[in-house]
């Protein structure tokens, strides 16, 4: 278990970078899909899958499952608890990630502007190193307030499986 950070703009650097290998299981891939509500046939049928990606070897983990595990890490670990999300924008993936894959995402800090507001740049590669798709995000760090509250309630006492 990784315990969960909460990192103020103050705390932060242009080029500080944070990154993260997932996977994502079909259990996970089917409780996202009833969440939802993706009824893709490509999210649950291996014959479906295949037809719209002749070589895949599996069912095709939804694009969204992985766009907001990222997001979990904005307001998990990078910059942290009480991180505000503003946009997060990725390419379409070159190719399909599908259960048991893992694949290493990157956040890079680019810019840090008033009043809190990081922009990143986000790379997602396989496990080979071949990048899956690129993005960027923009996101409002917690305050040096919030820091306190949350270094005084939180730091000590939570554990998070990110």
């Given at each position: 278990m990784t315990q969960s950070r909460c990192l103020t703009a103050q705390m932060l650097e242009r080029g500080m970078r944070h990154?993260?290998?997932?996977?994502?299981?079909?259990?996970?891939?089917?409780?996202?899909?009833e969440l939802v509500g993706d009824q893709n046939a490509i999210h649950r049928d291996i014959d479906a899958?295949?037809?719209?990606?002749?070589?895949?070897?599996?069912?095709?983990?939804?694009?969204?499952?992985?766009?907001?595990?990222?997001?979990?890490?904005?307001?998990?670990?990078?910059?942290?608890?009480?991180?505000?999300?503003?946009?997060?924008?990725?390419?379409?993936?070159?190719?399909?990630?599908?259960?048991?894959?893992?694949?290493?995402?990157?956040l890079a800090i680019e810019r840090i502007g008033r009043g809190g507001i990081v922009d990143m740049v986000i790379e997602v590669a396989d496990a080979e190193g071949a990048v899956l798709t690129t993005g960027t995000a923009r996101v409002v760090a917690p305050d040096p307030a919030y820091q306190q509250w949350w270094s005084e309630n939180v730091d000590s006492t939570t554990e998070t499986g990110c």
């Amino acid at each position: 278990m990784t315990q969960s950070r909460c990192l103020t703009a103050q705390m932060l650097e242009r080029g500080m970078r944070h990154e993260a290998r997932l996977a994502f299981t079909r259990e996970q891939v089917d409780r996202y899909c009833e969440l939802v509500g993706d009824q893709n046939a490509i999210h649950r049928d291996i014959d479906a899958a295949r037809k719209r990606f002749p070589d895949s070897p599996d069912i095709v983990v939804p694009g969204g499952l992985i766009q907001t595990t990222i997001s979990a890490l904005f307001g998990t670990l990078f910059p942290g608890d009480g991180t505000l999300g503003l946009t997060f924008c990725v390419e379409r993936f070159r190719k399909p990630v599908c259960p048991g894959d893992e694949i290493d995402v990157s956040l890079a800090i680019e810019r840090i502007g008033r009043g809190g507001i990081v922009d990143m740049v986000i790379e997602v590669a396989d496990a080979e190193g071949a990048v899956l798709t690129t993005g960027t995000a923009r996101v409002v760090a917690p305050d040096p307030a919030y820091q306190q509250w949350w270094s005084e309630n939180v730091d000590s006492t939570t554990e998070t499986g990110c």
